[in-house]
């Protein structure tokens, strides 16, 4: 399969080439275009459960979309936020994705729900992520622009955890609270991971949560409240 990612990093494009016979599976809503020849499945990937797990605990879609290839043509596909997309190949292992960064993978590339206990309490991402697991191709977004970090064994990096999109599974990690209570309440902060290598982690420039807790209290609203005092938008 080949690929190309346009438009980087705001507002990212992915183009998937598939030969005559190969898939491509993706979220859904994912979709922007596709040529001719191009054949649509829409179904709950890996049985309902799968499914219900990924929606209840993953934020991610319960139906998958399958393209398949009837004759050469292409899939072009976008994330919901704008930003960046970033190709990955996985080779018998797993990868780890926030909730929301998985746009698409091949069909040999098994998408579920893990379970890490304490550790994967993401702020308001919940304790699961969803893991990414065997071989093939795997296309994940971001809000704002992509950067990886290579760890070399034993390395330490931190990372606010409203700004992680992914990190391999050979990566450890942990969760811990920005320093004493006084920067965890008032630093802006919160909680942050901490990730030992060997792997690579992923992080987004901006973080979904921090824009809307900006966005929030500028919202007009019927009370005359918001910023600005006064407006109100009826229907």
Sequence with gaps: ?????????????LTAELNQGEQLQAEAGAMVSHTDGIEIETSASGGV??????????????????????RPGHVTLAPPLPGDMVHY?????SLYVQSGSFVAAHPDVDIDTEFGGGKTFFGGEGLFLLE????????????????????????????????????????DFSVRK????????????????EFSGPGTVWLQTRSPDAFLSWLVPNLPSGDGGGRDGGFSIDF
């Design 132 to 171: 990414l697991d065997g071989s093939g191709p795997a296309f994940l977004s971001s809000y704002g622009a992509i950067e990886s970090r290579e760890l070399d064994p034993g390395e330490s990096y931190t990372v606010d955890t409203g700004h992680i999109v992914a990190f391999e599974g050979s990566t």
């Design 49 to 70: 459960l799968d499914s219900i797990k990924r929606k209840a605990f993953g934020g991610e879609s319960f139906f998958m979309n399958t393209f398949t290839a009837e």
């Design 178 to 193: 920005v320093g004493g209570l006084k920067s965890t309440l008032f630093s802006g902060e919160g909680l942050v991971c």
């Design 89 to 93: 190949r996985l080779d018998h292992e």
């Design 1 to 13: 399969m080949e690929y190309d990612i346009e438009h980087r990093p705001s507002y990212a494009l």
